[in-house]
């Protein structure tokens, strides 16, 4: 089982949002489809229960200020509208982590990046084990600017959740004889069939031992 995954969620929340709220939406902005598909499998094995997605700059801008998502990737070169200048341009309206995908970095881009509002770079090809670090740095980094670091404290309860979902999850492997990737499939199932949250699922099979 992949463990190290269960700590990622500890450090996306929605910390444009006046109220405390968990983490529900990401936004990815890559002009290769690729790069798309590969993130958004990793944010959606995390829990995230929405990923969009687009290809060009501007069209980022206009999803971002139509979706209010809770974090943005963006690739630093891509048509219409770079990277760096579509976080300047979310940034006059959102307050939100925002990372920056790129394949390498100068000095210039770095300086760039920053005074944009990004707080993070995640290099290409992209790594599950680079993932993590990256969200935690962009989510403390928009805390500390925004005066936000309240929002901290709602991770906790978010770790919790992942911590019980893997344990589920870990329980259907064992009972069942099914690949991680096929117990979560079944734990989505049953969340969608009964209309529940993956956590209620998560405590109902490790209640009933099933």
């Known amino acids: 089982m992949n463990y190290g995954m269960a700590h990622a969620l500890d450090t996306v929340t929605a910390v444009f949002q006046e109220e405390h709220a968990p983490m ?8 290769e489809p ?24 501007k069209k980022a801008v206009e999803m971002a200020l139509a979706s209010f998502p809770d974090m943005i990737f963006l690739d630093v070169a891509m048509p219409e509208m ?11 309206k959102l307050k939100i982590p925002m990372l920056l995908l790129t394949n390498c970095y100068d000095s210039e881009t770095a300086k760039r990046a920053a005074e944009s509002g990004i707080a993070a770079f995640l290099t290409k090809p992209l790594r599950q084990q680079d993932l993590i670090p990256a969200m935690e740095i ?8 925004d005066g936000l670091k309240e929002k901290i404290d709602d991770l906790h309860e978010v770790i919790d959740n992942r911590k019980v979902i893997e344990k589920a999850k870990g329980m259907l492997m064992v009972k069942d004889r099914l690949s991680e990737a096929d117990a979560y499939r079944a734990m989505q199932k049953m969340a969608m069939d009964k209309r529940k949250s993956l956590r209620q699922v998560a405590d109902g099979i490790l209640k009933n031992g099933s």
């Not at 690729?34 to 700059?57: A, F, T």
């Not at 770079?82 to 006059?92: F, H, L, N, V």
Request: aromatic share 0%; hydrophobic share 45%.
């Open 24 to 31: 529900k939406t990401i936004l990815i902005c890559d002009d």
């Open 34 to 57: 690729i790069v798309r598909m590969n993130l958004k499998s990793m944010l959606l094995e995390l829990g995230i229960d929405e990923v969009l997605e687009c290809g060009n700059g």
């Open 82 to 92: 770079d990277g760096i200048s579509a976080a300047s341009e979310i940034r006059k």
């Open 138 to 145: 962009a989510v403390a980094h928009c805390a500390e600017v």
